[in-house]
């Protein structure tokens, strides 16, 4: 029974069963990417549990979309990161999750599109004038149309019929989307900014990574990723000091001085820099392992 069972998710899904995203590219089930699709649930899944257990406070719709917010730049990152990871870590399976990753993206912006609505109680013409008269609602809702383009056009089908060059181009509007969402991530935060600017910073990362293998003719010397780590950090904490400097007229000194008081705790300059240094180390280390056969 159990053999029976085994070749059966070895053989290839038919019809619409092909498209599960649990499938891999040749339609066979997947266990790896069905554990990925599950954790990219759980996010939405713990918001929920919190929700309907009355954790997310007095304004428990307006906490849900927030932290939903959160996650769908956390995962918009995240699917930019599907390529370096690839790449430095010679793992060519992670490329079947880009588009689960970015997919699920779309669907928190969607979600948190929604939630809006709802913290709105669904009054459609106040939503859609909020979107225009506040920038930052414009900004997001610009992010989440580049999103909602991205994902119809996701599937093995729509590349096909917008050809190679037209659908690499479309989906290349991820990066302008990103930024647009981190730039709405500044504007709508009103307490602590420094979630936006660890956000800021990877992107920084994930980004100057790009540019550098976009400029390369052969792969990227194994010291150049950890450099540009010390970078984003560098570059988040001057980011940083600078912000404070024009909103509140703090000192950039002082701002600058806090990254180096233990007291002040994880500053999001070193947080920056410790995510992606390890990423960079953990590519230097499957670099020197020998290579697969």
Not at 51 to 79: F, K, V
Not at 191 to 200: L, N, Q, S
Request: hydrophobic share 55%; net charge positive; aromatic share 10%.
């Amino acid at each position: 029974m159990f053999d029976a069972t085994t070749s059966a998710l070895r053989r290839p899904a038919s019809g619409w069963l092909r498209a599960m995203p649990w499938c891999d590219g040749a339609g066979r089930f997947s266990a790896f990417k069905l554990i990925a699709l599950i954790l990219l649930c759980v996010p939405a899944a713990m918001i929920a549990v919190r929700y309907a257990d009355g954790a997310l406070g007095p304004r428990a719709i307006n906490a849900a979309l927030h932290e939903i917010g959160n996650w769908t730049l956390r995962l918009m990152l995240l699917s930019l990161a599907v390529r370096p990871a690839r790449t430095l870590l010679q793992w060519p399976r992670l490329m079947q999750l880009r588009r689960m990753v970015g997919v699920t993206a779309f669907v928190y912006a969607a979600a948190h599109l929604l939630l809006y609505m709802a913290d709105e109680a669904f009054d459609l013409q106040k939503v859609a004038s909020e979107i225009v008269l506040r920038i930052y609602l414009t900004i997001g809702f610009v992010a989440l149309l580049v999103l909602t383009a991205m994902a119809v056009t996701s599937t093995d089908g729509m590349a096909r019929r917008l050809g190679g060059r037209r659908w690499r181009l479309l989906h290349q509007l991820v990066y302008g989307a990103a930024l647009l969402s981190v730039i709405h991530f500044f504007m709508q935060t009103k307490v602590t900014v420094d979630e936006p600017w660890i956000m800021a910073g990877l992107f920084a990362w994930l980004m100057a990574w790009r540019a550098a293998v976009w400029r390369a003719r052969s792969g990227l010397p194994d010291w150049l990723p950890a450099a540009f780590a010390v970078g984003a950090g560098i570059a988040t904490a001057l980011g940083e000091s600078v912000y404070y400097w024009i909103k509140l007229g703090v000192s950039p000194g002082m701002v600058l001085a806090a990254n180096l008081d233990s007291a002040a705790g994880s500053r999001p300059a070193w947080v920056v820099a410790a995510i992606c240094l390890g990423f960079a180390m953990a590519g230097i280390v499957r670099n020197r392992l020998p290579q697969r056969s």
